[in-house]
């Protein structure tokens, strides 16, 4: 069974910055493509950024520029650096490993942005 352990969560101000960490357990990690999830109040959970295994990225339009995922296969540990942050940010942050036949989520870190 694999694990994914996310941390980082936390309140900031308008405008801050957090970086979000979500350890694996098991070997899977340099096989799988990582990525990040939100889910806001009341909405459904959408994709914010995903980091394949050879490197290459993808962002949700509304955190381009802002955000960025990086993974560290030798940690099995994949990151999540959110610059500028916005009220609409305010979510949990969910974790997700994506192999071929099977698919992990982590548990969840709440981010709140506010004044």
């Known amino acids: 069974q694999v694990q994914l352990v996310e941390s980082g969560g936390g309140f900031v101000q308008p405008g801050g910055s957090l970086r979000l960490s979500c350890a694996a357990s098991g070997s899977i990690f340099s096989s799988a493509t990582m990525a990040w999830y939100r889910q806001a109040p009341g909405k459904q959970r959408e994709l914010v950024a995903r980091i394949f295994r050879v490197g290459s990225t993808d962002y949700a339009d509304s955190v381009k520029g802002r955000f960025t995922i990086s993974r560290d296969n030798a940690k099995y540990t994949v990151y999540l650096q959110m610059n500028s942050l916005k009220p609409e940010d305010t979510a949990v942050y969910y974790c997700?490993?994506?192999?071929?036949?099977?698919?992990?989520w982590g548990q969840g870190t709440q981010v709140t942005v506010s004044s």
């Open positions: 997700n490993a994506r192999l071929t036949l099977q698919t992990f």
